[in-house]
Nanobody, 118 residues
């Protein structure tokens, strides 16, 4: 089973940018969809952005025009470029991979904290 490792989180001020990375333990060419989710304290985990293996991307309404998801298959990595960050973007961000190999695999990374505060 593929393993995912996130990096790039941190503490930033409102209006700043951050770029998260999610590196897989093997090729992502056969992974049907990779996405970023987030969970703030007291809230349910929610989808932020997802990208298919044909590079179709979808975003939550709250991040459209501010966040961009991309994938680099040569590096087995998916990125989330986050611009114009707001305090309400504060959460733990998780990488997710979904792929079929005999059955549906639904794999999560360990998460990376993003805090947007003055």
């Amino acid at each position: 089973q593929v393993q995912l490792v996130e990096s790039g989180g941190g503490l930033v001020q409102p209006g700043s940018s951050l770029k998260l990375s999610c590196t897989a333990s093997r090729s992502i060419l056969d992974i049907n969809a990779m996405g970023w989710y987030r969970q703030a304290p007291g809230n349910k985990r929610e989808l932020v952005a997802v990208i298919s293996n044909s590079d179709d991307a979808n975003y939550a309404d709250s991040v459209k025009s501010r966040f961009t998801i991309s994938r680099d298959s040569a590096k087995n990595t998916v990125y989330l470029q986050m611009n114009r960050l707001r305090p309400e973007d504060t959460a733990v961000y998780y990488c997710n991979a979904k792929y079929y190999r005999d059955y549906l695999h639904d794999v999560w990374g360990q998460g990376t904290q993003v805090t947007v505060s003055i």
